[in-house]
């Protein structure tokens, strides 16, 4: 899951000290360490606190940066309808970066994570599942009835990425190259189920006899334990004129996942073929954003998979990234199609405390489309009066620090699920 940061501490250097416009151009050898407390919200997930740091090296002739550390401790703190406090989400992670290797030929991004969710969304499989409807009272006094759509996963583990530049084209203010990648995973997962549950109810159905407990059986794989062995083999092309805040360019990646399966009826493969495309309407001042998505799963994959894309990175279904305004994995299946489309809008760079700062406006739409399996299974689609689709809207604020540190604050609304969202995280969502 990818974990979030946002903090007060750049409120607290607005407070504390006079802006100075127009900053100068940072020099090219220089480091942008930043050491800052966690405090970020996810009307998913609660509120988040812990701690992140970023330290950045920047040196002349490497692109983005000559390397670049991140480490993030985090739990969040969610109230359940019955007013009862829980810690449902610990994400920890330590990740580098280091491009320009070998004379600009090898890129390696490396992370160790663990993370624990007692809260683990599952709906079911497919466009159409209905989410279960309980009165306020059944939420207070029951149990079972908050958890109805959850369950408690934990992973730990560790992935590397080596990228290979195969081809380098020369232009000005950008750095077009075409890339092959090479990923390893190995992890380990723990899940629990609760009592009562939609997934207990699911898994129990794989026994009926029928199309349902036929459709499940191929879809739904729920081990308690297991280890994850994966390998991963992709193509990029990249033009853009900046990594982390682009104006212009693109981002193209066609990726493959294999995990052959360290215990039995888990071998499965993903398949992703993504871009994003960016257009400055107004110099670097309205920027318009795009990502298409289309991510398709083979085998038997483990439940949490079904919610999931993404090979070079994996982003959940749903939630503050891919479809805001709807609620966190809230549908899956193994074929997944996502359009998005944000407008960017950015004021002049200014300075405060020698830091350097900008702030900037989002407006955005995101669309998707969830095919529970190749065919069109009907016996897993159970509400037929909402569409086979969903939409998310809104808005947001960003706030740039530095070259590599961005901060958002989205407002959302699905008006395909009539459901809101709120989010502060870090880095744009594409």
């Known amino acids: 899951m990818r974990g979030g940061a946002a903090t007060i501490a750049l409120a607290a250097l607005f407070l504390a000290a006079p802006l100075r416009a127009e900053p100068e151009a940072p020099p090219p ?3 942008e360490p ?3 407390p966690v405090i970020n919200y996810d009307s998913n997930l609660g509120f988040g606190f812990g701690a992140i740091g970023v330290l950045a090296r920047f040196e002349e002739g490497y692109d983005p940066y000559r390397f670049r550390i991140q480490g993030l401790f985090q739990m969040n703190v969610a109230v359940d309808e019955a007013g009862d406090a829980s810690l449902p989400m610990h994400d920890d992670y330590v990740r580098i970066d280091a491009p320009g290797i070998f004379g600009d030929k090898l890129r390696i991004q490396a992370e160790l994570f663990f993370n624990k969710l007692a809260t683990m969304p599952y709906y079911g499989v497919g466009p159409r599942t209905a989410e279960a409807a309980f009165s306020d009272p059944e939420l207070e006094r029951s149990l079972r009835a908050r958890r109805y759509h959850h369950y408690d996963r934990a992973i730990v583990g560790g992935r590397a990425f080596l990228r290979f530049t195969v081809l380098k084209l020369a232009a000005e203010g950008e750095d077009p190259r075409l890339e092959v990648y090479d990923g390893t995973q190995v992890s380990y997962v723990w899940r629990e189920v609760y009592p009562g549950s939609k997934l207990v109810r699911d898994i129990a159905a794989r026994r009926e006899a029928g199309p ?3 459709a499940l059986r191929a879809l739904l794989h729920t081990p308690e334990t297991y280890p994850l062995i994966a390998k991963s083999f992709g193509l990029l092309w990249d033009d853009r004129d900046h990594e982390f805040a682009p104006s212009r360019g693109s981002f193209t990646e066609i990726g493959v996942r294999l995990s052959p399966g360290a215990i039995e009826r888990l071998s499965h493969a993903r398949l992703h073929v993504a871009t994003r495309w960016f257009a400055p309407f107004f110099r670097d001042y309205l920027v318009f954003a795009h990502r298409a998505a289309l991510d398709v799963l083979g085998g038997d994959a483990p439940v949490d998979e079904l919610t ?4 070079l990175q994996s982003e959940d279904f749903g939630g503050s990234v891919t479809i805001r305004g709807v609620p966190l994995r809230r549908f899956g299946g193994r074929l ?3 359009g998005q489309a944000e407008l960017r809008g950015s004021f002049p760079w200014f300075e405060v405390l020698e830091q350097r700062l900008q702030i900037g406006v989002v407006a955005f739409v995101d ?4 095919w529970a399996d190749f065919d069109s299974t009907p016996a897993l689609d ?3 009066d909402r569409p086979p689709f969903t939409l998310g809207t809104g808005g947001g604020l960003r706030i740039r620090w530095a070259d590599t540190f961005i901060m958002r604050a989205d407002g959302a609304y699905s008006p395909t699920e009539d459901s809101t969202g709120i ?8």
């Open 423 to 430: 989010y502060v995280d870090v880095g744009h969502a594409f």
């Open 29 to 31: 050898n220089r480091w």
């Open 382 to 384: 159970e509400d037929f």
């Open 308 to 311: 999931q894309i993404g090979v």
């Open 367 to 370: 669309a998707a489309r969830v």
């Open 336 to 338: 997944k199609l996502l």
């Open 34 to 36: 930043g050491l800052l």
């Open 212 to 214: 349902k407990g036929d």
